[in-house]
C-alpha cells in the first residue's frame, strides 16, 4: 500500500530551507515551555521597576541636595503647574525624599538587587532550556555569584546601547550633519533618520548577540546567535517604534497617561522575552546546531521474566474427573468379569 502524499506544510519545508528551520524553531520552543518563561520574566521585569525607581530618586536626592538653586527651581515649577494645594503636597514629598534619600537608596539597591537575580536567573534558565542544554549545578552561592557578573554585564550592554541611540537622536548626529552642511536640505534630515536607525539597530544587534550566545549557562556556537540576533534586532527596532506609536496615542486622555506606559511597559516586556526566546530557539535549531546535538542513549533494557502460576482445580473440574473415574473402574471391572469366566 502507498504511503500518504505529503501535506502542504511538508512541502514547503522539503522545498524551502528557511520554512523548515522556522518550524524547528517553533517547536523548539513550544517544546521547552518558551511562553511560561516569558511570563516568568515578564514578572520579574515589573517586580523591579520599584525598587529601580527608588534607587532613582535616592541619586536625584543626592544631586538635588548639592544643588540647592536647581531644586529651588523645580519646587517653583511645581508649585506654579499644579492646581490647589497639591503643588504643596508635591514639594513636601520631593523634601522627604531628599531628607530620606539614603534609606531609600539602600532599601531600593537591595530590593533591585533581589528582582535583578531572580529576573537574571529565570532568563538564563530559559536561554538555557532553548538551547536544550542540561544544567549543571555549580552550588547556591556560585550560581548567584554568576548570575550577578552577568547582571553587570548586561547592565553595562543596556547602558552602551542606550548611549548609542541616544547619540545617533542627539546633538553629536545633529552636529555632524551640520558638519556636512546639509542640516537644511532635505537630504539632512532623512541622512540623519537613517543612521539614527542604522545605528540603534547595530547596537540592539550586538546585545541581542551577546544576550543569546553568553547568557545561557553553558557555552553555544556565536556564529548561530549572531544571525538570529540580527533578525531579532529588525523585529524589535519595529516593536519599539511601534511602541512609540502606542504611547503617544494613548497619553491624550487622563486614563491613558495614568495606566497607559505601565500597560505598555507590560506589553512590550512580554513580546521582548518571547522575541528574544525564540530567536534564541532559531539559533540553537540552526543545521550546524542540529547535526551536533547531543542524542542520549536509549534507556537500558530491562529483562522481566514472566510467571504462570497455575490454580488448583475447580469444585466442577473434580467432580467431572471423579465422575469419569468411576465409569473407568466399572468399566474396567466388568471387562475384567467377562475374561474370568
Do not use: C
Not at 506654579?80 to 503636597?89: A, C, I, R, V
Not at 547535526?291 to 537500558?300: I, L
Amino acid at each position: 500500500m502507498a504511503g500518504a502524499a505529503p501535506s502542504f506544510l511538508d512541502r514547503q519545508r522539503a522545498a524551502r530551507p528557511w520554512v523548515d528551520h522556522l518550524v524547528r524553531a517553533g517547536r523548539r520552543y513550544q517544546q521547552q515551555q518558551g511562553n511560561h518563561y516569558a511570563a516568568g520574566i515578564t514578572f520579574f521585569t515589573i517586580l523591579a521597576i520599584v525598587p529601580i525607581l527608588m534607587v532613582a530618586f535616592a541619586v536625584v536626592g543626592f544631586v538635588l541636595a548639592g544643588r540647592p538653586e536647581v531644586l529651588t527651581e523645580i519646587q517653583d515649577q511645581v508649585s506654579t503647574s499644579m492646581p490647589g494645594g497639591l503643588g504643596d503636597t508635591v514639594n513636601d514629598l520631593i523634601d522627604s525624599a531628599i531628607s530620606s534619600r539614603a534609606g531609600v537608596g539602600v532599601v531600593g539597591f537591595l530590593g533591585a538587587t533581589y528582582a535583578g537575580l531572580a529576573w537574571m536567573a529565570n532568563l538564563r534558565d530559559a536561554l538555557t532550556a532553548m538551547w536544550e542544554h542540561t544544567r549543571k549545578e555549580h552550588g547556591l552561592v556560585v550560581t548567584k555569584l554568576r548570575d550577578f557578573v552577568k547582571l553587570v554585564g548586561l547592565g553595562l550592554a543596556l547602558i552602551v546601547t542606550f548611549g548609542l541611540s541616544a547619540l545617533s537622536n542627539g546633538p553629536v548626529a545633529q552636529r555632524v550633519v551640520e558638519w556636512l552642511g546639509v542640516e537644511n536640505a532635505l537630504a539632512g534630515g532623512v541622512l540623519l533618520r537613517i543612521t539614527s536607525v542604522v545605528v540603534a539597530l547595530l547596537a540592539t544587534w550586538g546585545l541581542l548577540t551577546w544576550v543569546i550566545a553568553r547568557l545561557p549557562r553553558e557555552p553555544v556556537t556565536l556564529r548561530s546567535a549572531m544571525r538570529a540576533a540580527f533578525a531579532a534586532a529588525i523585529v524589535f527596532e519595529l516593536f519599539r517604534q511601534v511602541g512609540a506609536i502606542y504611547l503617544n496615542a494613548v497619553s491624550q486622555g487622563p486614563a491613558g497617561v495614568a495606566f497607559g506606559p505601565i500597560i505598555g511597559l507590560l506589553v512590550f516586556s512580554n513580546l521582548a522575552a518571547r522575541l528574544v526566546l525564540f530567536a534564541t530557539a532559531w539559533a540553537a535549531t540552526a543545521r550546524e546546531n542540529v547535526e551536533q546535538a547531543f542524542v542520549p542513549p536509549p534507556d537500558s533494557a530491562v529483562i522481566q521474566p514472566r510467571v504462570q502460576v497455575r490454580e488448583g482445580v475447580s469444585v466442577k473440574e473434580a467432580v467431572i474427573l471423579t465422575g469419569a473415574g468411576a465409569l473407568a473402574a466399572i468399566g474396567l471391572a466388568g471387562l475384567w468379569r467377562r475374561r474370568a469366566q
